[in-house]
């Protein structure tokens, strides 16, 4: 589909107090620059920041997580798993999504955990890195955590992702993809992890028609020449079935990045799949939702919670 050539181009060129019990979590060298200004997301809050859940590339990744003031029910608190966005080879965990702040405020006040999380980036050389680690990565930090569910308070069997452009890509690869085929720490490899449900925003959702060296990016995503079975393996359309958590597609539909026709063809095969699928494709909006309109982004935040809410809130 030539509709994905320019959105991946264009994606470069926009990218660039834990309360329970005791655990001996290892801190992240990069909570020294958060303390400098870099994690004003978490700032205030009952979190507990840099929790490394592994070394790889002699980089060490973390998440943060913060808590509600609320003391957490026995099987722990239902969990918000963060991604940030970047086009797979830049962004932070620090900087959240637009108002997110605002976000993680909101899910502790219901009784949610939130994480933000780390990965690594593809890379040209040193080393060199293709896109798959940044799946490898984000579903090695869920294993952690479930891994370690109890000592975080987080209940394993309540767990939503959120993620928007290349974190709504990763978004959908969690909660779709088969975990067997992004293996990574081996200390983790044993661990499954189950979505609950998945938002994600303005992600991509299928590779492989792009041609031409012009599009420098994916030679960094998928090598050089293309690795077209990691293109396959990449794209979340190929892992469409029945057997799939609850998703909220959210896509604008003047998104100059990352073309709405993508989301429009996920929905409609998981539809015909009859998986559960939602989407909201706000008028007038663009990758980041500026200028949204029917809904705007109030209303579209209101969505966006009541969905978490009702698949990770308590049953009635």
């Known amino acids: 589909m030539n509709i994905f050539k320019a959105a991946i181009f264009l994606l470069c060129l926009s990218a660039f107090g834990y309360a329970g019990e005791k655990f001996d979590f290892k801190p992240c060298p990069q909570e020294l620059s958060w303390r400098f200004g870099r994690g004003q997301i978490f700032e205030n809050l009952n979190s507990k920041v840099g929790v490394v859940y592994k070394e790889a590339d002699n980089e060490k990744l973390c998440f943060d997580i913060s808590y509600p003031k609320s003391a957490a029910p026995e099987s722990g608190y239902p969990l918000l798993f963060y991604i940030h966005g970047g086009a797979w080879v830049g962004g932070e965990r620090f900087s959240g999504y637009g108002y997110f702040n605002d976000e993680i405020r909101y899910y502790n006040q219901k009784g949610f955990a939130v994480a933000s999380v780390d990965y690594r980036f593809a890379r040209f050389e040193n080393p060199k890195r293709t896109m798959d680690c940044c799946v490898v990565d984000c579903m090695d930090a869920l294993r952690f955590i479930v891994k370690n569910?109890?000592?975080?308070?987080?209940?394993?069997?309540?767990?939503?992702?959120?993620?928007?452009?290349?974190?709504?890509?990763?978004?959908?690869?969690?909660?779709?993809?088969?975990?067997?085929?992004?293996?990574?720490?081996?200390?983790?490899?044993?661990?499954?992890?189950?979505?609950?449900?998945?938002?994600?925003?303005?992600?991509?959702?299928?590779?492989?028609?792009?041609?031409?060296?012009?599009?420098?990016?994916?030679?960094?995503?998928?090598?050089?020449?293309?690795?077209?079975?990691?293109?396959?393996?990449?794209?979340?359309?190929?892992?469409?079935?029945?057997?799939?958590?609850?998703?909220?597609?959210?896509?604008?539909?003047?998104?100059?990045?990352?073309?709405?026709?993508?989301?429009?063809?996920?929905?409609?095969?998981?539809?015909?799949?009859?998986?559960?699928?939602?989407?909201?494709?706000a008028e007038n909006a663009r990758h980041s939702f500026e200028d949204a309109k029917e809904p705007n982004n109030d209303r579209l935040a209101d969505i966006r919670r009541a969905f978490f809410v009702k698949h990770l809130g308590k049953k009635d």
């Open 149 to 281: 569910a109890k000592p975080l308070n987080v209940n394993p069997e309540k767990i939503g992702v959120y993620g928007h452009s290349a974190g709504g890509h990763l978004a959908f690869m969690l909660a779709m993809a088969d975990q067997n085929l992004f293996l990574g720490d081996e200390s983790l490899q044993g661990v499954k992890y189950k979505v609950s449900c998945a938002v994600p925003q303005s992600g991509p959702v299928l590779f492989g028609d792009e041609k031409g060296s012009e599009y420098g990016l994916y030679f960094v995503l998928f090598g050089k020449p293309y690795d077209r079975a990691l293109m396959k393996k990449l794209s979340p359309i190929n892992y469409v079935k029945k057997d799939l958590p609850p998703m909220l597609i959210l896509h604008g539909k003047k998104d100059e990045l990352v073309p709405i026709e993508g989301a429009e063809l996920i929905k409609s095969r998981l539809e015909a799949a009859g998986a559960p699928v939602e989407a909201v494709f």
